[in-house]
């Protein structure tokens, strides 16, 4: 099988997505046979050349992070520029990956009953979605934090590069977790009070100097 | 109220849509301070999620484009109509490159709200969100849904709630009425 892989992030090749493919896409082509190419969204002036390869596709995996609640304006606009191809017959099946900084995947969601009647509304077989929360910082950790989910990554790749189908109960797994418990919620309350959930953003503010003006209200 | 309308409409031919709005805004001018944005007449680039606005120039976008008006009317408004014509059952890629570029308007750092990790507030005060569809030919009730239940979750992460949804199919008087009751 053949996959054609839309990164949908605004960030392209540093994108946290692009980081999360490349595991995906390792288990996609344990397969003997499997190949993939990776296309890049923010490419905008390429929509005509990114339509093309849409339509001539195997298979497709719309992937991108969570902007505002669902896709980010750029992948909107190939969406858009898809409109020619619904009701032609044989697009091709698509999977989708959406991922977000909040730590809970529950926030993915609602995008995702949008991505499945997308799938409806071009004919496409509706492969399924990937969701996960926590990826702000994948690109930046250090390999060994982000063992257990790039395992995961990869084996939801060998079964999509195996079967061309999602296992449900590996995105659930990797899902996790889907929301915190509300006994937990006085527990994160507290650590943001500690500031140790906000020494990520801090130590930028800080290197560029303007940790002063953090709650700065410019148009108030 | 102070009323900011946020024309989300791509297209210059499709005069219909801004033509509702033009008397939706007439309807409610007069009781209401009411402006609105043309946004495909705007300056506003994508969001490159580079994350300058909560650590380079906290609160402002680092590409100075005129997202910065979107921003500003957003938080000096008491309600911010977001209007839109359904394209590939959404928002049109306009509105939706624009509220991405809003995320000057909230703060970095994390507070729970409703049993979640959203994030914290920037400003004291923010507008009441509405929502207006153009369902159009290609769009169904379920898009309208499903759009809606995004912006609901749009509304919570802008620390506001969406206080009015409705179509551009419903007359333009029934509408001026609904948002002159919040």
Redesign the interface.
């Known amino acids: 099988m053949r996959l054609t892989v839309f990164n949908g992030?605004?960030?392209g090749r540093g994108?946290n997505t692009r980081a999360m493919l490349e595991h995906l896409l390792k288990g996609f082509d344990t397969v003997p046979g499997n190949s993939h190419e990776i296309l890049y969204l923010?490419r905008?002036q390429e929509t005509e050349r990114l339509v093309q390869a849409f339509a001539e596709a195997e298979s497709v995996l719309l992937a991108f992070?969570l902007?505002?609640?669902?896709?980010?304006?750029?992948a909107?606009?190939f969406?858009?520029a898809?409109?020619p191809l619904?009701g032609r017959e044989h697009n091709p099946p698509l999977a989708f990956m959406v991922q977000c900084g909040?730590?809970?995947s529950?926030?993915c969601r609602?995008?995702e009953?949008?991505l499945q009647?997308?799938a409806r509304?071009l004919g496409s077989r509706y492969v399924g979605t990937i969701v996960k929360g926590g990826c702000e910082g994948v690109r930046l950790m250090p390999e060994r934090m982000n063992r257990k989910l790039f395992a995961r990554l990869e084996g939801i790749g060998r079964t999509l590069g195996q079967d061309g189908r999602l296992d449900p109960e590996q995105l659930r797994r990797l899902a996790r977790p889907e929301?915190?418990p509300?006994w937990s919620?006085p527990v994160?309350?507290l650590l943001?009070k500690t500031g140790l959930?906000?020494s990520y953003?801090d130590r930028?503010?800080k290197e560029?100097g303007?940790y002063e003006?953090?709650?700065?209200?410019?148009?108030? | 109220m102070r009323i900011t309308i946020l024309n989300g409409n791509p297209d210059a031919g499709n005069q219909a849509f801004d033509d509702y709005l033009r008397q939706l805004a007439a309807a409610l001018q007069g009781q209401h301070d009411v402006a609105i944005l043309d946004l495909r007449e705007l300056d506003i680039h994508y969001c490159t999620g580079c994350f300058g606005c909560w650590v380079k120039r906290p609160g402002q976008c680092v590409v100075q484009d005129e997202s910065a008006r979107v921003c500003r009317a957003a938080v000096q408004s008491d309600f911010l109509l977001l209007a839109s014509p359904l394209i590939m059952g959404f928002v049109s890629a306009l509105l939706k490159k624009t509220n991405d570029k809003m995320l000057p308007l909230i703060h970095p750092y994390f507070a729970v709200d409703q049993g979640e990790a959203h994030h914290r507030a920037r400003y004291e005060r923010y507008p009441l969100l509405g929502l207006l569809l153009d369902k159009g030919p290609d769009s169904d009730d379920e898009d309208v849904v499903i759009t809606t239940e995004i912006y609901q979750r749009t509304a919570l992460n802008m620390k506001s709630r969406l206080a009015w949804a409705g179509l551009t199919q419903e007359p333009v008087q029934e509408v001026a009425h609904a948002i002159d009751r919040l």
């Open positions: 992030s605004p960030r994108s923010k905008v992070p902007y505002t609640d669902s896709m980010p304006g750029l909107k606009a969406i858009e898809l409109a619904c909040f730590p809970e529950a926030h609602y995008v009953r949008y009647k997308l509304r929301r915190y509300a919620m994160f309350t943001i959930l906000s953003w930028q503010l560029n303007v003006q953090r709650f700065a209200q410019p148009y108030h």
